[in-house]
Structure formats: structure tokens, C-alpha cells
């Protein structure tokens, strides 16, 4: 059975008083009866009753060291229960390790980061659970923590199950009283999450730094960040944007109608292609699109910027020439529709692009993309003796195609559905461009077929009538 000290104390106590007490009664017996009591034998009996008083004081001394050790071991105690509590909670990896690099401390986080290696760590180093080129480079920060007497910030990369983890550690030299280092403390803090968003970022601000279109961060009032693409379109230098109000830079006519853009971004309605100017450093006048969100819990705007004053301006003068186009247009098919010829315009497909009514009626079909450009589709083109057949490649149409220009070429046309007979003049014109290439092509076609009955009849009743009035045959 063990025995406290505590009870060692009292023991001990009890049994130096008795041999005391037995001492004493002793030697008053040994003293003879009728002897009287001397000096010398007073000095024994005080020396006596001075060592029980001794003994008792000692007791008690001890008792109350004994009770205060107590009291501080126990209070020590609590106060590594508390630390190892505090550090059990902390959600960074913490270790103390001795200067030879064994563990005298971990929390239970440092503990199961290496669960898997090692079940208990206290009294092990990093050599006895990690590869060798892992525990070389975080006991080489350890020292480098114990030659600068200080703490210092190193950044550890882990390997662990689901792949590396970075650590920002805190390593410093733990002092005893005497000022001198017997242990090193660390605190680990997993910024693997971090140093990922810092990449994002890093990425992100690389992004908006090279974009070719112009991003803006802004408030209601003011650009909060701008990229160079912005400052390169306006001529602002990045400072000269972000220290001054917005609608400084925005032409005048244009401010109101901004405002309320914004207004609608409160809303939570993005800015889609809104249009609007602004004044550049030299004076100049560009037209800018915004597409535009709202961060609704912050309020800051997000927007694309680009330039789109040449689009603006290539628009209008499109519309301008569109509209001359159609005034054109308009003219040609005025002059056109007041020509008595059939008149009708071909690409190089071959295709009709264009027909005035009387060419409609003359093939009679309504729709000027079904009009042939070959007369021989349907008709039986012929010289007007009416029998000889007119070669196909000698027709205007054809000989325009070629670049030559034709002049009344008198044919008679057959219909080859009717049988109607027409006496025709067709004349053929290229349309060339600035290459001299032929683009299309004119035909016109002028029915002659009554005026030749005409001239047939005034031949006729000339000859009837020549003999009445005197003239002779000859």
C-alpha cells in the first residue's frame, strides 16, 4: 500500500515526538530522588520541551508547504487542463517541441493531421513520421526561429490526402526563467484557400488590366476602379477618373438621361446597350455602350465599356446611302415604269433583278425573278424573213455578257406556248464597275409588230392607189 507524503510527515512526526518524550522521561528517571534539581538539569528539561516545540512547529511548517504545494499543483494543473483546452479548441495546428525537435505539446488538430502517421506524437520528431525531405525543411525553419531569438513567418506546404496544403506558421523560442530557450512553439494556419482566391484575384485583376474592353467598378457617383483600356479611350489618366464625379466626364445632353439608367440598376435591372457621350481629354466627342449590373447588398456597379462612335457612324452613313438608294430607286423605276420599252436588268447569275411593267407584260409573267434572260426559254427567236433561226449566242443578252453593246437587233419571236407572232428591236448594254468588270446587264424591247403592219398596209393601199391617180407601173 503506498503511503502519501502528507501521512510520511505525520508518521514521522509522531514518532520523533515520542522518542523525544521517551528521552526525556529517561533521563528524570535516571536523576536521583534526593538529589535537587541543578541548573544543568533545567537547561536538559527546557532543551527537552524546546525540541518537542521544534518538532511541532517543523510539523506544521510542512504541513502548510505541503498543503501549499498542494494547492499550487493542483492549480497548475487546472491551468494545463485549461491550455490544452484552449489550444484543443483553437483551429490552428499548435505544437511545442523541445530543442532536439520532440514534441512535448500538441493540440488535438496537430494531433489528427497526423492520426493516419503516427497515434501519439509527444516525444517523437518530424523524422520519425514524415519524409526526410519534409522534416529537413521544417526543422530548418525551427532553427532558424532559435538563431533569431524571435518569431518569424514561414510559409510549409503539406501533402496530404486531398492533395498539398499550404501552412502560414509562426515559429518562436519558448524562455525559462534565466532568459534562455528550451523549447520552440508553433502556430500553423491552413491558407490553402486563400492563397487559391489570392490566384483567383491575381488572375481576375490580370484580367481586367488586359482586357481590350473597358471595365468599371463604380459607385452611384464615382469609378472605384478602372482599367487601362478605359483611361486609353478617354485620354484620363487612371487618377484623373477616379478624383472626380463621373458626370464630369459625360457630355451635358447626356447627364439626366444616364441618371435614370443608374436609377434602374437600384432596381435590380441590368443596363443592357445603353448608349451614351463623353467627353474625351482633347475635346473630342465618343459614344460609349454600357452593359451594366448592380450588386444589390453593396451597391456597386459592375460595367463593360466599348467604343462604338465609328459603329454609330458607320450606321448613319449607311442609312444616309440607304436612303439615297431608295431615292434612287425610286427615280429608276419613276423613269422606268414612263418608258414605252420593255426594260429589264440581269446579274451576272443570269438572274432578273429588275423589270418595268412592260416587260412583265411582254413575257407576260408577274414576278421579275421568273422572267428568262434568254428569250429562247420561250420563244422561238427568228430572223424576220420568219424562217431562218437567229443563234442564240448572237442575242443581246448574251453579247452583253461579253461587254459589247448591241443596238435594235430586229428579230421575230414566237411564242412557243401561243403561237403568237411579235416583230421585236432588242438592244443589249453592259454594267461595268470601276474594274471594268461587267456586273449586269440592260435589255430593252420594243414591239414593232403593229408598226410593221402599218407599213405593210401603206404599202399595200400605196399600190392601189398609185395606178388611180396616173402613175404607171414602172
Same mark, same amino acid.
Given at each position: ?21 521517551? #528521552? ?32 511541532? &512547529?517543523?510539523?506544521?511548517? *510542512? ?38 525537435? =520532440? ?47 524571435? =518569431? ?27 532568459? @534562455? ?60 477618373? *477616379? ?17 435614370? =439608367? ?28 454600357? !452593359?451594366?449590373?448592380?450588386?444589390? !447588398? ?22 444616309? /446611302?440607304? +436612303? ?7 427615280? *429608276? ?12 436588268? %440581269? +446579274?451576272?447569275?443570269?438572274? &432578273? ?40 449566242? $448572237?442575242?443581246?443578252?448574251? @453579247? ?28 443589249? @448594254?453592259?454594267?461595268?464597275? !470601276?474594274? $471594268? =468588270? ?15 403592219? #402599218?407599213? /405593210?398596209?401603206?404599202? @399595200?393601199?400605196? %399600190? ?11
Amino acid at each position: 500500500m503506498k503511503i502519501s507524503f502528507e501521512r510520511k510527515i505525520a508518521f514521522g512526526y509522531v514518532i520523533n515526538l515520542a522518542v523525544v518524550i521517551a #528521552l526525556g522521561l529517561i533521563y528524570w528517571k535516571q536523576m536521583p530522588i534526593s538529589k535537587e534539581a541543578s541548573f544543568l538539569d533545567w537547561i536538559s528539561l527546557a532543551l527537552i520541551l524546546l525540541s518537542i516545540g521544534m518538532l511541532t &512547529v517543523v510539523f506544521f511548517i *510542512l504541513r502548510t508547504q505541503l498543503k501549499a504545494n498542494k494547492t499550487y499543483q493542483q492549480q497548475l494543473l487546472n491551468n494545463q487542463i485549461l491550455l490544452q483546452s484552449i489550444i484543443d479548441n483553437a483551429t490552428n495546428l499548435i505544437s511545442v517541441k523541445k530543442l532536439n525537435g =520532440e514534441y512535448i505539446l500538441v493540440n488535438k488538430q496537430y494531433q489528427k493531421l497526423f492520426q493516419s502517421k503516427e497515434k501519439d506524437l509527444i516525444g517523437k520528431t518530424n523524422h520519425d513520421f514524415l519524409p526526410k525531405e519534409v522534416a529537413d525543411v521544417f526543422r530548418s525553419s525551427d532553427l532558424d526561429a532559435l538563431k533569431a531569438s524571435k =518569431e518569424i513567418y514561414v510559409e510549409e506546404t503539406l501533402e496530404q490526402e486531398d492533395g498539398p496544403h499550404i501552412y502560414l506558421s509562426v515559429k518562436f523560442p519558448l524562455f525559462d526563467t534565466s532568459n @534562455r530557450a528550451y523549447a520552440i512553439g508553433n502556430i500553423s494556419t491552413d491558407i490553402t484557400e486563400r492563397k487559391k482566391i489570392e490566384q483567383s484575384l491575381k488572375a481576375a485583376d490580370t484580367f481586367f488590366n488586359l482586357s481590350i474592353d473597358s471595365l468599371v467598378i463604380a459607385t452611384k457617383d464615382s469609378f472605384i476602379k478602372v482599367n487601362p483600356s478605359l483611361s486609353k479611350l478617354l485620354g484620363y489618366s487612371k487618377e484623373q477618373l *477616379l478624383e472626380k464625379p463621373f458626370t464630369d466626364f459625360i457630355y451635358p445632353e447626356d447627364i439626366e438621361t444616364t441618371k435614370k =439608367e443608374i436609377e434602374k440598376l437600384k432596381t435590380g435591372t441590368d443596363i443592357v446597350n445603353f448608349k451614351n457621350r463623353w467627353v474625351c481629354k482633347d475635346g473630342s466627342i465618343k459614344w460609349l455602350s454600357w !452593359n451594366a449590373t448592380a450588386d444589390q !447588398n453593396t451597391g456597386l456597379m459592375y460595367a463593360i465599356v466599348r467604343d462604338v462612335t465609328e459603329e454609330l457612324q458607320l450606321k448613319q452613313e449607311k442609312e444616309i /446611302e440607304l +436612303n439615297a438608294l431608295f431615292e434612287s430607286q425610286q427615280k *429608276l423605276n419613276m423613269i422606268l415604269e414612263n418608258i414605252s420599252d420593255g426594260v429589264i436588268v %440581269a +446579274n451576272t447569275d443570269k438572274k &432578273v433583278i429588275l423589270a418595268n411593267n412592260n416587260a412583265h407584260e411582254f413575257f407576260g409573267i408577274v414576278e421579275e425573278a421568273h422572267i428568262p434572260i434568254n428569250f429562247s426559254d420561250q420563244f422561238e427567236v427568228l430572223y424576220p424573213d420568219g424562217k431562218t433561226q437567229f443563234p442564240a449566242q $448572237n442575242l443581246p443578252a448574251e @453579247r452583253a455578257y461579253l461587254g459589247e453593246i448591241t443596238d435594235d437587233v430586229d428579230v421575230l419571236l414566237r411564242n412557243l406556248s401561243t403561237n403568237e407572232m411579235k416583230r421585236v428591236l432588242i438592244s443589249g @448594254r453592259p454594267i461595268v464597275n !470601276n474594274k $471594268n =468588270e461587267v456586273v449586269a446587264i440592260v435589255v430593252t424591247m420594243k414591239d414593232i409588230s403593229k408598226y410593221k403592219k #402599218l407599213e /405593210e398596209e401603206l404599202k @399595200r393601199k400605196d %399600190a392601189e392607189t398609185r395606178p388611180k391617180i396616173g402613175y404607171r407601173k414602172q
